[in-house]
């Protein structure tokens, strides 16, 4: 059974910073390229970073570029989003995500690339 399990999450002022952290479990995690969306109430869910299996690709949203750094650690089975900085619109539900992938240095993006999804962890950041 494949698992994402999220963490990290919580509440912080304006300018702090977070560390979220995504366990893996039930698949052979070298092999999938990772991610991470966040969905706040009444918007789409949107991609805030990805990685590559070989995290020699990384992508960032506009939005966080230069603030947030997603790395991995696969022989942990985990990915990591280091989040600073923090704004109040950064508050969202954030998710992790795997994707099968047999291209070692490609990142991907798009929500429909996706396999599987964690149950989402909540980052509230206040003014």
């Known amino acids: 059974q494949v698992q994402l399990v999220e963490s990290g999450g919580g509440l912080v002022q304006a300018g702090g910073s977070l560390r979220l952290s995504c366990a893996a479990s039930g698949i052979a995690f070298s092999l999938y390229a990772m991610a991470w969306f966040r969905q706040s109430p009444g918007k789409e869910r949107e991609s805030v970073a990805a990685?590559?299996?070989?995290?020699?690709?990384?992508y960032y949203a506009d939005s966080v570029k230069g603030r947030f750094t997603i790395s991995r650690d696969n022989a942990k089975g985990t990915v990591y989003l280091q989040m600073n900085s923090l704004k109040p619109e950064d508050t969202a539900v954030y998710y992790c995500?795997?994707?099968?992938?047999?291209?070692?240095?490609?990142?991907?993006?798009?929500?429909?690339?996706?396999?599987?999804w964690g149950q989402g962890t909540q980052v509230t950041v206040s003014s």
């Open positions: 990685i590559s299996r070989s995290s020699g690709s990384t």
């Open positions: 995500a795997a994707h099968r992938t047999y291209n070692s240095g490609n990142y991907y993006f798009s929500r429909d690339d996706y396999d599987y």
